[in-house]
């Protein structure tokens, strides 16, 4: 990963002044922007500095009016293809999906022992272990900023080597970046099991590492392939059917890699289709329920709490939007959490329970304007539209008229929003992409009104079903 390292203390912009605001300069306070310009420079801006970002974002709408806070949805009026989208909590399995395909990402910490949260903002560019590679913006010069997270004075003042409970936001990156397919590992030791393993799954992945994500995806395998183990039977043996365990194996192709070992047996898989599960009792949706985003593709959506298929009852993209029907500290304990369970609704009105460990908390709009006033959001309701849209920019805004005026915003939207039309299907389908065109949408929440039809997609269809043992 190719980032140009800066200090927002650096004696050539430290003392200017900060956005619109009249007091607050980029030493002090620039650490968010300080980061934008780092990752700004891996998405081709090779010439941005700290200083330059600062003018841009404020002629091209990136900061509040009179204020030093970042519109981040704006980073992509500067630099073109890129954009960032925010994350409340430590959702890591997030970011380390980004820093496996390359892409850095900003990590928002706690930087003073005082009561509360004192954001500061740093740029991750590596994994290491279960460490992070990060470049610190605010000591000078920048050599001093090259630091490993859980060796850093946030994780004291965190009172914890735990990233988990360091870090306390981040920013996800995109942009235009060229993102190379994975080198397999050289994993063969010469120490192998006493037994070969059946992919008990179909299109059962072999990764380049033990991640879920696109970018360490080697090859997909059939059904009842053997494969090799590369590791020791007192090794491989505790792993075999446990969630999170990974074994490293070998492909009659000869290609090495991890393989989930929830998803391999010693013994050969019978191809069974899995019966629909039965559907739960309704359940009421709260009005201010939490929003979880689906980490993974495929994921499951089961009747209950069992790792059978008679409990499916449907699967999910990867980034479908989901409405947690319990109460915020008990979404909060669980989501990331291995073996909990979340009752969620999704924007179909489809009820039922999703692993807790391949979701995290979507919290939309932190970085632009905040919401105006509107009227409290419906109930969700039993029956929604099949046709899911999906934005495709950060800050795409809803509006109370297809009108663009500060008066219409209601809020702004990150990238991957899942929106339903509403009204004619057929009608909402031939605009969107259509420059002028509008379309009147609701989301998960229930907020209701107009999006920019030219900034809407259509969503991914839904994963057919699999034969699989495992949410995954």
Request: hydrophobic share 40%; aromatic share 8%.
């Amino acid at each position: 990963m190719t980032i140009k390292q800066f200090s927002q203390t650096d004696p050539l912009w430290k003392n200017a002044l900060l956005g619109f605001d009249k007091t607050s300069t980029i030493g002090v306070y620039g650490c968010l922007l300080t980061s934008l310009s780092m990752c700004a420079t891996f998405y081709g801006a090779a010439d941005l500095t700290p200083a330059t970002l600062n003018d841009k974002m404020k002629a091209s709408g990136g900061f509040q009016a009179g204020t030093a806070f970042i519109i981040g949805s704006a980073i992509g009026n500067v630099v073109s293809g890129m954009s960032v989208d925010y994350r409340k909590g430590a959702a890591l399995t997030e970011i380390d999906a980004a820093l496996a395909q390359g892409l850095p990402v900003i990590l928002e910490v706690d930087w003073s022992p005082q009561a509360g949260v004192q954001t500061h903002y740093m740029t991750a560019y590596a994994k290491a272990g279960n460490d992070y590679m990060v470049y610190d913006p605010f000591p000078y010069p920048t050599s001093l900023g090259q630091i490993k997270l859980t060796q850093s004075k946030y994780a004291s003042i965190a009172g914890s080597t735990d990233p988990a409970k360091i870090i306390t936001g981040c920013f996800l990156t995109r942009g235009p970046a060229q993102i190379l397919p994975p080198t397999p590992p050289k994993l063969d030791k010469g120490v192998y099991a006493s037994y070969t393993v059946f992919a008990a799954a179909d299109s059962l992945a072999l990764r380049s590492q033990p991640l879920v994500a696109d970018a360490t995806l080697l090859k997909r395998y059939p059904l009842n392939t053997v494969l090799k183990v590369l590791e020791s039977d007192a090794s491989a043996n505790p792993k075999l059917g446990q969630q999170n365990q990974w074994l490293a194996v070998m492909a009659p192709d000869g290609i090495q890699g991890y393989t989930a070992a929830w998803l391999v047996s010693k013994t050969q898989t019978t191809n069974v289709t899995p019966a629909t599960g039965a559907v739960p009792a309704v359940l009421p949706v709260p009005s201010n329920a939490i929003v979880v985003k689906t980490t993974v593709d495929s994921l499951k959506l089961r009747s209950k709490p069992d790792n059978t298929d008679a409990t499916i009852l449907k699967y999910y993209p990867l980034g479908t939007e989901l409405k947690c029907l319990e109460s915020a500290s008990d979404v909060q304990r669980k989501v990331g959490v291995n073996y909990e369970w979340l009752q969620v609704a999704d924007l179909q009105g489809a009820q039922g329970v999703v692993a807790a460990w391949y979701v995290s908390i979507v919290t939309q709009g932190s970085f632009g304007p905040q919401p105006q006033t509107q009227a409290a959001a419906p109930t969700f309701m039993a029956a929604m539209p099949s046709l899911t849209l999906r934005t495709t920019e950060d800050g795409v805004a809803m509006r109370s008229q297809p009108v663009i005026a500060p008066q219409t915003l209601i809020q702004r939207l990150p990238r991957g929003t899942e929106l339903a039309p509403m009204g004619n299907k057929t009608s909402a389908a031939n605009k969107i992409g259509q420059s002028g065109k509008w379309l009147k949408v609701k989301d998960v929440k229930g907020n209701k009104g107009h999006v920019a039809a030219w900034l809407v997609q259509p969503g991914p269809q839904s994963p057919a079903p699999e034969n699989s043992p495992a949410d995954c």
